[in-house]
Every structure is written in structure tokens, then in C-alpha cells.
């Protein structure tokens, strides 16, 4: 599902792994041992660490008093350290993503960044670093890998994808081009977390959603398309 | 605003570039160098419309094209189905060319609204009028609804729903999604719809009326 939205993975926790007799001290993994490493990679995602089944953590956690203040020598205690610590170099590391924005297209107010620093080669195709208004037809999004595509306008109200524009099942395109004026151009565009943006066109469409996904697809086709010096 | 970059550029070589559109074979936007002009954008739906804007005209005298949009350095040209993009483009660019070299501005009178494309409010009755009786009202009326214009006044449209329409609690949601939408399209010069109803007035309005405190 964060995949999908494009809500960066910072980690994996596995909950209840060991539990440790509190009579004789001996440890046993109930649910067995493992699984929340062998997940982690398959997702590629870092393994945080690994919280033990303790009844500790319960009573502390239902009476008010975090484990970590009650009991910092406890081995859970330590555990949640090691997790936060994981936690934190992975902030660190972590990508640039752009700020939530409400962009006025006419008159730029609220124009998001364009993070020309923050590109490198190695960086995702579908996340993007940069937006502008190029000129008043041709919107341009620049990406995490450095690659830069620009839209007109009126082509990305063309490739709208709502239930409005393209039938639910059978994908086929209902919008006839024709029924588009020529001077369609957004009135705003908005942020919708990190995974698409919303227009609100000038002839009273909005019901669109632009996911990154789709307009990188989109950005390839443009750039295939037919383009020549006059 | 004519930017002093223009000037110095004036001796070097213009370049344009051509770019189609994805979804309509019919459209190609033309991005030039350098300004044409500032602000925009400008839409001449046909050759009558460009009168007064030079650039315009002489793109209009070219066979095939049947509207344009000039918005600062960009030119959106959209030809007509039958006419052939060969030759069209370079003939389109040349007239582009011909255009900054002459120093005359691409446009020269300036509409005081450039939405409203000089349309005067009668001829904006007239359109809306038009569309209400063909598309909208005989739709409503599955409902037992209509639509009525009251007055066009300086791009501000205000109407009256009145038989099923009156009060009912979808009548915003046929305005905002269903009319102003088929408006939009047929008269963008409308800037606004006011919707004059009393939908509390009547016997049995949907909106209920409390006229004692519950």
C-alpha cells in the first residue's frame, strides 16, 4: 500500500519474536524465527530490529509508563533503542521530497521547488524533485534520476484518467479531443501526497488524478513523439 | 513585459521548435526563443477574431489553420482535419520569423478581458439561452426541473431553477457539475453563475424551513 502511494519505506519492525521464561529464563520463539529478516529483503527494505514478547512492555504500556522510562536496563528497553537509533540514520539518509503545495498557474503563486541539486543518477524515476511552469502551455517536472519532461498543457488535459474521460473497465477513452478547448490550461494544481498531483482546469474539470507513475509514461510518449526544429 | 534579454538577442537566430500533440493530431505548439508576446494567453478561435494582432493574421492567411493560441514565447497552432501538417509547420515557422523581424508586436490591440473575446452580453444570452433550450433544460426536465437565465452582466450569469429544481437538495450538483460544465464549454466568457432561487420559498420546498426552534 506505501508503495502504491509512494510513501518511502523507512524500515521493518517484527513484533512478538522471543519470549523469555520469566521462571526458568530460557528463550523460545513462538512464532518462529526469522520471518521479519526474510521479509525485509524480499521488500528490500532495512530491518530495523526485533521486539520480544514481554509482559513488561504490556503493564507498562496499559498503566501509562513507557518501558523505556520504567525499565531502561530491560532488554525490550534496549531494543527500542537500537530500533530508534536504525530509525534515525535512515531520516538521515533519507531522500528530498516536496513540500505539500497549492499552485496558482497563472500567476505562479505557490509554485513548488525545482531541486535541480538533489538529482543523481541513481535516484527514482517517479518521484519528482522539480516543478515549474516553463511557459504559460507547458508545465515541466524534473525527477530524481535527472531526467526532465515537459508537458503542454492541454495534452495533460487530454490524457486525464478519471471515470469521466476513460470507462472504468474497459480503459477505452471517452474524451474526444475535439470537445477540448484550445486554451484549456489549469487554474491550480495540487499536491496529492508524495504519489500524484490534481488539476483544476479552466473549463471546469477536477475530477482527475496525475499519478507520478503515469505522467513519467506520459513524459516518455511526449518525448517519442513528433518533435522537430522549424 | 519585454525583457532587456530580448533586445540583446535581436541579432541571433531565432530557433522554434515544434512539438505535436499526444492525443490530437490536430494541434502542434511551436516554442519559440524569444518572446512574441508578454502575457497571454490569447486565443483566436478564427481569422475574424485575429483581427488587430499581426502575427495572427498572417498565421491565419496560411491554408489550414483554424485556430491559434498565443501565449509569450509559445504559439499553439491547431489546423484544420482535412489540411496536412507537410509543409505546414515550416511555413508556420516562417511566418513566426517574418514576425519578430518586422519589430511590429505580435498583437496589437489588446481585448480589455481577453476571456470574454469581446462577446457582449447580449450575445452571451443568446449562447446561454441556446444551450439551455437544446442540451440542458430537456435533460433537467426528466427531473421536472428547468433552468431559466435571469440577466447577463458583465460575464456574471445569474439564473433561476425553478419546478423540480426549486429546493431540492441536487439542484447545486446539477448547477456546479452539470450546467456550469456545459457552460464552461460553450461560453467560457462566463465568469461566474449566481443562482437566484429562493429554494426555501413554496409550500413544500425540500430544504425544510424551521420555523419554530426544534
Same mark, same amino acid.
Not at chain 1, 527500542?80 to 538521515?92: E, P
Not at chain 1, 490534481?198 to 516518455?220: C, V
Not at chain 2, 533586445?7 to 494541434?27: G, H, M, N
Not at chain 2, 429544481?165 to 457539475?177: D, E, H, K, N, Y
Given at each position: 500500500?506505501?508503495?502504491?502511494?509512494?510513501?518511502?519505506?523507512?524500515?521493518?519492525?517484527?513484533?512478538?519474536?522471543?519470549?523469555?521464561?520469566? *521462571?526458568?529464563?530460557?528463550?523460545?520463539?513462538?512464532?518462529?524465527?526469522?520471518?521479519?529478516?526474510?521479509?525485509?529483503?524480499?521488500?528490500?527494505?532495512?530491518?530495523?530490529?526485533? @521486539?520480544?514478547?514481554?509482559?513488561?512492555?504490556?503493564?507498562?504500556? &496499559?498503566?501509562?509508563?513507557?518501558?523505556?522510562?520504567?525499565?531502561?536496563?530491560?532488554?525490550?528497553?534496549?531494543?527500542?533503542?537500537?530500533?530508534?537509533?536504525?530509525?534515525?540514520?535512515? @531520516?538521515?539518509?533519507?531522500?528530498?521530497?516536496?513540500?505539500?503545495?497549492?499552485?496558482?498557474?497563472?500567476?505562479?503563486?505557490?509554485?513548488?521547488?525545482?531541486?535541480?541539486?538533489?538529482?543523481?543518477?541513481?535516484?527514482?524515476?517517479?518521484?519528482?524533485?522539480?516543478?515549474?511552469?516553463?511557459?504559460?502551455?507547458?508545465?515541466?517536472?524534473?525527477?530524481?534520476?535527472?531526467?526532465?519532461? &515537459?508537458?503542454?498543457?492541454?495534452?495533460?488535459?487530454?490524457?486525464?484518467?478519471?471515470?469521466?474521460?476513460?470507462?472504468?473497465?474497459?480503459?477505452?477513452?471517452?474524451?474526444?479531443?475535439?470537445?477540448?478547448?484550445?486554451?484549456?490550461?489549469?487554474?491550480?494544481?495540487?499536491?496529492?501526497?508524495?504519489?500524484?498531483?490534481?488539476?483544476?482546469?479552466?473549463?471546469? *474539470?477536477?475530477?482527475?488524478?496525475?499519478?507520478?507513475?503515469? @505522467?513519467?509514461?506520459?513524459?516518455?510518449?511526449?518525448?517519442?513523439?513528433?518533435?522537430?526544429?522549424? | 513585459?519585454?525583457?532587456?534579454?530580448?533586445?540583446?538577442?535581436?541579432?541571433?537566430?531565432?530557433?522554434?521548435?515544434?512539438?505535436?500533440?499526444?492525443?490530437?493530431?490536430?494541434?502542434?505548439?511551436?516554442?519559440?526563443?524569444?518572446? !512574441?508576446?508578454?502575457?497571454?494567453?490569447?486565443?483566436?478561435?478564427?481569422?475574424?477574431?485575429?483581427?488587430?494582432?499581426? !502575427?495572427?493574421?498572417?498565421?491565419?492567411? !496560411?491554408?489550414?489553420?483554424?485556430?491559434?493560441?498565443?501565449?509569450?514565447?509559445?504559439?499553439?497552432?491547431?489546423?484544420?482535419?482535412?489540411?496536412?501538417?507537410?509543409?505546414?509547420?515550416?511555413?508556420?515557422?516562417?511566418?513566426?520569423?517574418?514576425?519578430?523581424?518586422?519589430?511590429?508586436?505580435?498583437?496589437?490591440?489588446?481585448?480589455?478581458?481577453?476571456?470574454?473575446?469581446?462577446?457582449?452580453?447580449?450575445?452571451?444570452?443568446?449562447?446561454?439561452?441556446?444551450?439551455?433550450?437544446?442540451?440542458?433544460?430537456?435533460?433537467?426536465?426528466?427531473?421536472?426541473?428547468?433552468?431559466?437565465?435571469?440577466?447577463?452582466?458583465?460575464?456574471?450569469?445569474?439564473?433561476?431553477?425553478?419546478?423540480?429544481?426549486?429546493?431540492?437538495?441536487?439542484?447545486?450538483?446539477?448547477?456546479?457539475?452539470?450546467?456550469?460544465?456545459?457552460?464552461?464549454?460553450?461560453?467560457?466568457?462566463?465568469?461566474?453563475?449566481?443562482?437566484?432561487?429562493?429554494?426555501?420559498?413554496?409550500?413544500?420546498?425540500?430544504?425544510?424551513?424551521?420555523?419554530?426552534?426544534?
Amino acid at each position: 500500500m506505501f508503495e502504491k502511494v509512494q510513501v518511502k519505506i523507512l524500515g521493518l519492525v517484527e513484533n512478538m519474536r522471543t519470549f523469555t521464561c520469566p *521462571h526458568c529464563g530460557e528463550n523460545t520463539d513462538i512464532f518462529r524465527r526469522g520471518g521479519g529478516e526474510q521479509m525485509s529483503q524480499e521488500l528490500g527494505v532495512p530491518f530495523l530490529g526485533a @521486539l520480544p514478547l514481554d509482559g513488561d512492555v504490556v503493564d507498562c504500556g &496499559d498503566e501509562g509508563r513507557p518501558i523505556v522510562v520504567d525499565q531502561p536496563a530491560s532488554v525490550s528497553s534496549k531494543v527500542y533503542a537500537t530500533i530508534a537509533t536504525a530509525l534515525v540514520a535512515q @531520516l538521515n539518509g533519507s531522500v528530498t521530497v516536496l513540500k505539500p503545495f497549492t499552485w496558482k498557474w497563472d500567476s505562479n503563486e505557490g509554485a513548488p521547488d525545482w531541486t535541480e541539486g538533489a538529482a543523481r543518477p541513481a535516484g527514482s524515476q517517479n518521484t519528482p524533485i522539480g516543478l515549474l511552469r516553463r511557459d504559460p502551455r507547458t508545465l515541466s517536472i524534473l525527477w530524481e534520476d535527472g531526467h526532465r519532461d &515537459d508537458f503542454d498543457v492541454r495534452d495533460l488535459r487530454l490524457a486525464c484518467q478519471c471515470a469521466l474521460c476513460i470507462e472504468e473497465m474497459s480503459g477505452r477513452k471517452l474524451l474526444d479531443p475535439k470537445t477540448i478547448r484550445h486554451d484549456v490550461a489549469p487554474q491550480q494544481i495540487v499536491s496529492i501526497g508524495n504519489y500524484a498531483v490534481k488539476f483544476d482546469w479552466n473549463d471546469g *474539470h477536477n475530477s482527475g488524478i496525475y499519478s507520478f507513475n503515469n @505522467l513519467r509514461a506520459l513524459g516518455a510518449r511526449a518525448a517519442a513523439g513528433d518533435v522537430e526544429n522549424v | 513585459m519585454l525583457k532587456m534579454s530580448d533586445f540583446l538577442l535581436a541579432d541571433q537566430p531565432v530557433s522554434i521548435r515544434a512539438e505535436s500533440s499526444l492525443a490530437d493530431p490536430d494541434t502542434c505548439k511551436f516554442i519559440v526563443s524569444r518572446t !512574441l508576446h508578454p502575457g497571454g494567453p490569447f486565443f483566436f478561435g478564427s481569422k475574424e477574431r485575429a483581427v488587430g494582432s499581426p !502575427l495572427g493574421e498572417q498565421l491565419f492567411a !496560411l491554408p489550414g489553420v483554424a485556430n491559434l493560441l498565443i501565449a509569450d514565447s509559445v504559439v499553439t497552432v491547431c489546423k484544420e482535419p482535412a489540411a496536412s501538417w507537410s509543409g505546414l509547420k515550416a511555413d508556420i515557422g516562417m511566418a513566426i520569423r517574418t514576425q519578430l523581424r518586422s519589430g511590429v508586436p505580435a498583437i496589437l490591440e489588446m481585448p480589455v478581458d481577453n476571456r470574454r473575446q469581446g462577446k457582449t452580453d447580449a450575445e452571451l444570452t443568446t449562447a446561454v439561452q441556446e444551450l439551455l433550450d437544446k442540451e440542458v433544460n430537456r435533460s433537467i426536465a426528466n427531473h421536472g426541473g428547468k433552468i431559466s437565465i435571469v440577466e447577463v452582466r458583465q460575464g456574471k450569469l445569474s439564473i433561476t431553477m425553478s419546478g423540480g429544481c426549486q429546493g431540492c437538495a441536487s439542484s447545486q450538483v446539477t448547477l456546479r457539475q452539470g450546467f456550469e460544465v456545459m457552460l464552461k464549454r460553450v461560453a467560457p466568457e462566463i465568469e461566474e453563475i449566481i443562482d437566484v432561487t429562493d429554494h426555501a420559498a413554496g409550500t413544500q420546498p425540500f430544504y425544510p424551513r424551521h420555523k419554530e426552534p426544534l
